[in-house]
């Protein structure tokens, strides 16, 4: 069955450095696709960056970067001079597909902290 | 503007009652799911749906209710059989083409409130 473990609840970090939330994926199909979303207080879910998992270099998005390490099934997501605004939950996704099409399977999410 | 719309934002239901919530997509996206969030945890499936008049169950399908008549359009009713249906919910869509990087896009969600 499909997993995706966040074992960081909390994270803090002081704005402008770098920060690194954690996940780690259980799949059996070679053929998947990695997401990472952002969930502000407001409660809505903003898509960050993706990684496929026949990607040969790491996924980037301006501050985003995704250190995809394939054999060790994680996906860690980097955020880089990080700013009061990043302040939120963070979730790992992965797609996959099922006897019925593609399918989502969450982690239990990371909430970041930026502190001034 | 392309996008999803959920409604209400806010609902109250007493107990032992049926409520229904919308969503709608003018994305033209083929696929639709809806997504059950408790406070502090990640999302957990309910329902997905590929194509119109069809659908499936998730995770927790137990107590909920779907329908998609329409590509726009897939409800969720949450039954009186729903025992703790108390929670935020999610729909997203996306589309099923060949393109692995499609992501899903999130409505606003709806708080439930059950008295």
């Known amino acids: 069955a499909q997993k995706i473990t966040q074992t960081q609840p909390g994270m803090f970090v002081q704005e402008k450095e770098a920060v690194t939330l954690d996940c780690t994926y259980d799949t059996s199909d070679p053929s998947y696709g990695l997401f990472w979303y952002k969930q502000p207080s407001s409660g809505e879910m903003i898509f960050l960056i993706y990684q496929g998992s026949y990607d040969q270099q790491n996924a980037t998005e301006g501050r985003y970067s995704l250190n995809f390490q394939k054999a060790r099934k994680s996906a860690n997501l980097v955020i880089s001079a990080s700013q009061l605004g990043d302040s939120a939950m963070y979730f790992c996704?992965?797609?996959?597909?099922?006897?019925?099409?593609?399918?989502?399977?969450f982690g239990p999410g990371t909430r970041l902290s930026v502190l001034p | 503007d392309g996008g999803i719309t959920q409604s209400p934002k806010y609902l109250f239901r007493k107990e032992g009652q049926n409520v229904t919530l919308s969503c709608e997509q003018n994305l033209n996206h083929d696929a639709m799911y809806w997504y059950r969030q408790d406070p502090g945890q990640g999302l957990r499936l309910i329902y997905y749906?590929?194509?119109?008049?069809?659908?499936q169950k998730g995770d927790i399908a137990e107590g909920y209710s779907v329908s998609r008549e329409k590509k726009e359009s897939f409800p969720l009713t949450v039954t009186s059989a729903q025992k703790n249906p108390t929670a935020f919910y999610l729909c997203?869509?996306?589309?099923?083409?060949?393109?692995?990087?499609?992501?899903?896009?999130f409505g606003p969600g709806t708080r439930l409130t059950v008295l």
């Open positions: 749906s590929q194509i119109v008049n069809d659908f």
């Open positions: 997203a869509s996306r589309t099923t083409g060949v393109r692995r990087t499609d992501t899903q896009y």
């Open positions: 996704a992965m797609m996959y597909r099922d006897n019925y099409g593609q399918n989502f399977v």
